[in-house]
Nanobody, 127 residues
Framework: QVQLVESGGGLVQTGGSLRLSCAASGLTVSSFVMGWFRQAPGKAREIVGT?????????YYADSVKGRFTISRDSAKNTVYLQMDSLKPEDTGRYYCAADRSYGSKWSGQGAGIDYWGQGTQVTVSS
């Protein structure tokens, strides 16, 4: 049984930092495409970024977070991280970890068709 468990969310001021964790069980994060989505109140879920399987071609970030957010993977801990720096109020939302065996169009839009999802962790950035 696959489980993705996010943690690390919270309340932070504008300009602050948070690191989200996604601890996986039932799958090996280095063998999957791993990613983060977020959903703000009243808005559709959107991609934040992805990290390819080991040996793949690296990471992808949405334009809105490029240069501020970093996705990384610790294979020994079977965990994926989302380091968020220079946070803005518009980064507020629920952040979801996702995993899929393949990389493609399912990672655009709202992530329809992605195999596995976590329950999410709330991030609130105050102005």
């Amino acid at each position: 049984q696959v489980q993705l468990v996010e943690s690390g969310g919270g309340l932070v001021q504008t300009g602050g930092s948070l690191r989200l964790s996604c601890a996986a069980s039932g799958l090996t994060v280095s063998s999957f495409v791993m990613g983060w989505f977020r959903q703000a109140p009243g808005k559709a879920r959107e991609i934040v970024g992805t990290i390819r399987r080991s040996g793949g071609t690296g990471t992808y970030y949405a334009d809105s977070v490029k240069g501020r957010f970093t996705i990384s993977r610790d294979s020994a801990k079977n965990t994926v991280y989302l380091q968020m720096d220079s946070l803005k109020p518009e980064d507020t939302g629920r952040y979801y970890c996702a995993a899929d065996r393949s990389y493609g169009s399912k990672w655009s839009g709202q992530g329809a068709g992605i195999d596995y999802w976590g329950q999410g962790t709330q991030v609130t950035v105050s102005s």
